[in-house]
């Protein structure tokens, strides 16, 4: 018996030794540590669609890996926090010797004892529970923090496409006032040179012609810009050969308030988050108010062996210690559970105040957008489409070279302002849609009727 015990014993702490759950395993492969940086990837051939700009911004994982980390430590912190308490495993041993004189001698009686305990520390299952809703509602958190990030990246890929196209189209309108004042240019010089003009006709139209220059320059360098930000945001080394595949103009809409509020309840991220912030703080305050429910602080079981001269005992014991708190010195672990409780309540509220004031005033806008639109094409269209007949019912050049100019220019500015007008309704469309939190951010359909 003497020699079972510490087999014994030693056989439960080689069993409890294991390895380390949160280690990695021995056999799985760690990421080397390197300094190289990743390749920039190919501009594609074919022109880019907003989803495609969307998935490779998404994929870019620098931007959004934080996040992914997040998860992930929730994760982790939920199993941590569901780990039981190690067992304890006690060995003890004594030996004592007793020597008694006696008249026909001496007499020794010598004393070995021999002690193992096992104790447990079960945990209190009301506050594992608690717990281990915490750790659930902090990975959704980490969840509704993530798609929130995604939604702000796909957001920012349609305000960059919607700067390149607004860019491009300025680009294009001011090259041809530029084409236009050129032509002026020459048929004035031509006219001079003919006797049928003046030096103070062909010294204005070099200045009109310098100053449509100037215009037109100055919007390739917009335009270039634009389109740097969106291949830098995508990812692109360069992006002089990016050519984009812009989606078409949404189509008009009569949305009620009320069902949009709604909605943006429904799908905003950063509202579930606060939401599963103020969920975390709730089980948080749970599981600091159950600490003082009474339950077992360990279960012990022991074996004893003692060997004297004359007799050898053993016994076997199990005890349970029971924590009954009287009073507790931690309520202040309980007051600020309630205060981050209340904090969290208070700004879910707050948040939603603040969504249902920009549903409100983006759709607004959208509304607003959309009146413009249709008054141009119902005022200033008529117009335009006169003006271009006129123009081209001139066969037999009856217009001053200066007055053709300046009609040919007219047209185009208004033209300008109809796509100032097409384009700034398309911009109140995506920024109602980041206001409501919709899935047309990162997914947008091509096939959209109603287009301009």
């Known amino acids: 018996m003497r020699m079972l015990i510490p087999g014994c014993l030693l056989f439960l702490v080689a069993g409890c030794a294991g390895p380390d759950p949160h280690l990695a395993h021995p056999g799985t492969p760690v990421a080397p540590v390197t300094d190289e940086v990743a390749p920039f990837p190919a501009v594609p051939d074919a022109p880019m669609s907003i989803e ?61 004892r021999y002690r193992g305990v096992l104790r447990i520390f079960p945990p209190n299952p009301w506050v594992r529970n608690a717990v281990s809703k915490a750790g659930d509602a902090r990975i959704q958190l980490a969840a509704a923090n993530m798609r929130a990030a995604e939604i702000e990246v796909a957001a920012r890929v349609h305000e960059l496409f919607q700067k390149v196209r607004r860019r491009r189209a300025e680009r294009e309108i001011l090259q041809r006032i530029f084409d236009v004042r050129r032509e002026q240019l020459e048929q004035t010089e031509e006219r001079l040179s003919r006797g049928a003009g003046t030096s103070p006709d062909v010294l204005m139209a070099r200045i009109d012609s310098l100053d449509a220059r100037m215009d037109s320059e100055k919007a390739l360098i917009d335009q270039q810009r634009a389109i740097t930000d969106l ?174 100019a300046d009609l040919l220019e007219g047209i185009l500015k208004a033209e300008q302002l109809r796509l100032e007008s097409v384009l700034a309704y398309q911009r109140a469309w995506i920024e109602l849609q980041i206001a409501i939190g919709s899935d047309w951010l990162i997914q947008p359909t091509n096939d959209a009727p109603g287009n301009e």
């Open 231 to 404: 291949a830098a945001y995508l990812g692109f080394e360069d992006g002089n050969a990016l050519e984009l595949a812009f989606p078409p103009i949404p189509p008009p809409a009569d949305w009620d308030l009320e069902m949009l509020t709604a909605r943006a309840f429904d799908r905003r991220s950063d509202l579930a988050a606060v939401d599963w912030r103020a969920e975390t703080a709730r089980w948080d305050l749970s599981a600091a108010r159950r600490v003082s429910v009474p339950w077992f602080e360990h279960i012990q079981g022991a074996y004893t062996e003692e060997d004297r001269a004359d007799v050898d005992e053993d016994s076997w014991s199990v005890q349970a210690a029971v924590e009954l708190p009287l009073f507790s010195f931690r309520n202040s672990d309980v007051g600020i559970a309630e205060a981050e409780l209340e904090q969290f309540r208070a700004d879910a509220e707050r948040a939603r105040a603040q969504v249902r004031a920009e549903v409100r005033r983006n759709l607004a806008q959208l509304r607003q957008a959309r009146t413009e639109l249709d008054r141009f094409k119902q005022e200033t269209a008529p117009v335009l489409e006169e003006l271009t007949a006129s123009l081209a019912s001139d066969v037999g050049n009856t217009l001053s070279p200066d007055d053709r």
């Open 52 to 112: 495609q700009a969307i998935s490779l911004a998404l994929a870019e994982s620098a931007r959004l890996d934080p996040y992914r980390i997040g998860m992930q430590v929730a994760r982790e912190e939920k199993n941590a926090a569901r780990d039981l308490q190690d067992p304890e495993i006690r060995f003890a041993y004594g030996e004592s010797k007793r020597t008694e004189k006696l008249a026909l001698g001496t007499e020794q009686e010598s004393h070995q």
